[in-house]
């Protein structure tokens, strides 16, 4: 017993941290992972058994990008947390996390104009910051121009935030996520090349970030800074959201996001200017991190020995792992042996099927 207590202090990534109320004992969080999965967005009885298998006593998971309402979603089967019927398939599954000793945010998201006609309400078109759409064909899907947000329909959409939040909570989560990345509508708002308004809501910096930080406010609002996050990209490019000034962008961020005393701020890696490859870069995430005041986690493409460092150097407190936490749901336990990975299988990543590629990776066979 004490070889393996000092097997994991020599591990950075297995020592306990506390993120305001919750006492985590490792630093390896289950990163917000679509799966396609919850058919018409409502989640699915196979989720239980997908999270319960990635959840450790003291450790901290984030649900996938879950729609906070009928306009939110961008991809067909993705959960939503609008209605008393998608509350009510979250419980058990939230129940789940926490029978294991677990804590589970719910990542709450509107993807904007990375959507069609087919996936809004009377095959309208998406909302957006503009009326500039993702080139059809991006990501080998077939998007629709989106129409832009006149003002006076924001604060709508700020409240649908809000509301998802509650519900989040009704349902049991632990806190929400509110998901300012990846190309979706927050970023919509943030990104200079996408946002190309005049009105108090585009041009300068500070109108850009009007809309995510009235999304902040509101939701700390109605339940407390001590149960929000936010996930920032900067530096991604996804879905064609592209910012001139990226450092800027996220240091501003990072520094706004203090006034609300929010729980953490995730941040996506600047080598992942696309989801799925590391690119290399001189940029880094450290002025982030020093500017905001919370719990820190740093995601994007991690292994073992990177994730490692980057706790044991104080650039991140926490580390958060998508494909390696997919593929293997024992991940803790396989970094603390350093045991061999499962490799994942990305043809399985967006399939409906309730079992292959999500529940059926293989468990360490532990003598």
Request: proline letters at 6%.
């Amino acid at each position: 017993m004490e070889a393996a207590a000092a097997t994991t202090i020599n591990i950075p990534l297995l020592t306990a941290y506390k993120m305001g109320q919750f006492n985590l004992s490792h630093r390896m969080v289950l990163a917000p992972l679509t799966r396609i999965r919850s058919y018409n967005h409502i989640p699915q009885p196979h989720a239980i058994l997908y999270y319960s298998q990635r959840t450790t006593k003291g450790g901290f998971l984030i649900a996938e990008a879950t729609g906070v309402s009928n306009t939110a979603q961008g991809y067909p089967n993705t959960p939503g947390i609008w209605t008393k019927e998608q509350v009510e398939a979250w419980k058990p599954i939230v129940d789940a996390v926490h029978q294991k000793g677990g804590i589970i945010f719910c990542q709450i998201w509107h993807a904007g104009r990375v959507s069609n006609y087919g996936l809004q309400p009377n095959g309208e078109a998406p909302i957006s910051s503009t009326s500039k759409g993702v080139t059809p064909g991006v990501d080998g899907l077939d998007w629709s121009p989106p129409r832009p947000l006149i003002i006076e329909e924001i604060p709508k959409i700020v409240n649908d935030f809000r509301l998802a939040a509650r519900n989040a909570i009704e349902a049991g989560f632990d806190g929400v996520e509110i998901h300012g990345a990846n190309g979706y509508l927050i970023d919509q708002f943030m990104k200079d090349q996408v946002n190309d308004r005049t009105d108090e809501y585009g041009g300068s910096l500070e109108n850009r970030c009007r809309f995510a930080l009235e999304v902040v406010e509101a939701v700390v609002s109605e339940i407390g800074a001590e149960r929000v996050g936010m996930r920032l990209s900067p530096y991604a490019e996804c879905a064609e959201a592209v910012d001139s000034n990226p450092e800027a962008l996220g240091l501003y961020m990072a520094k706004a996001l203090n006034k609300f005393k929010i729980l953490y701020l995730h941040v996506i890696e600047p080598r992942m200017i696309q989801l799925t490859d590391k690119s290399e870069t001189q940029h880094s995430l450290l002025s982030m991190r020093r500017a905001f005041e919370g719990t820190f986690i740093a995601a994007g493409g991690y292994n073992r020995d990177e994730g490692n460092k980057a706790v044991a150097a104080n650039y991140a407190d926490l580390v958060a792992f998508g494909r390696l936490f997919l593929a293997n749901p024992d991940l803790p336990k396989r970094f603390e042996l350093n045991a061999a990975l499962n490799k994942y299988n990305r043809s399985t990543f967006y399939i409906p099927d309730p079992v292959v590629g999500y529940t059926d990776y293989p468990f360490l066979k532990l003598a």
